[in-house]
């Protein structure tokens, strides 16, 4: 079986509902991805987020360290963590000038993703994605092309979005697949435990 194949049916299993920051614009057709990450005004609410999230990944690993010897410590440094994350979306989401939208439902897998939209955009259109996935503080700026735009009597809005991601890096992937895997245990210990 071939890396390629084998590479889509990975993307394909990981695949999870999952609330989100959301927000995405159409590119052009000449899009380029490394003249879009040149000439990308990204917001610094995106940027705090972001930097928030890579401190909470290197923390993470000495948080580890501390529960192995002392499961008290451990539960109060990651209250004191969820305090602070807290504060950080309050003081992100009081201003409204930022140009982030509040969470939305998502269907993230590591191949692409689909979300609710106001407008229906033609299948093949380029889009660039900023996403924070908000349990891990995970911020990602994607891009994809859309590959089905249908209507959606269910939802919070009118057309549901289908996208496949475009160039996106094995890194990439990797972080969605795990934080898929993270939602997926979570809701499995729920369910044992309900």
């Known amino acids: 079986m071939s890396n ?3 590479a889509n049916e ?30 990308e005004k990204v917001s610094t609410a995106f940027e705090m987020m972001e930097l928030f999230g890579q401190m909470n990944q290197q923390m993470g690993v000495a948080l580890g360290r501390i529960s192995e010897n002392s499961a008290d410590i451990a539960a109060y440094l990651k209250g ?6 807290l504060l950080a979306q309050m003081y992100l989401f009081k201003d409204s000038d930022t140009d982030l939208e509040p969470q939305r439902q998502i269907n993230l897998g590591a191949g692409g993703l689909a979300f609710g939209s106001d407008e229906k955009l033609k299948q093949g259109t380029l889009i660039a994605m900023d996403l924070i996935l908000s349990t891990d503080l995970l911020c990602l700026h994607l891009t994809g092309r859309v590959i089905q735009s249908s209507n959606d009597k269910n939802g919070d809005f009118p057309y549901r979005i289908s996208v496949g991601f475009v160039e996106i890096s094995d890194a990439e992937v ?13 809701q499995l210990r729920a369910r044992r435990e309900s």
């Open 174 to 186: 990797d972080q969605i697949i795990k934080h898929i895997m993270r939602l997926q245990s979570e």
């Open 10 to 39: 990975r993307r394909q299993y990981y695949r999870i509902d999952d609330n989100a920051i959301f927000s995405y614009h159409v590119l052009n057709k000449e899009y380029s991805k490394v003249q879009d990450k040149a000439d």
């Open 80 to 85: 004191l963590d969820n305090k602070i994350e």
């Open 4 to 6: 390629n194949v084998q």
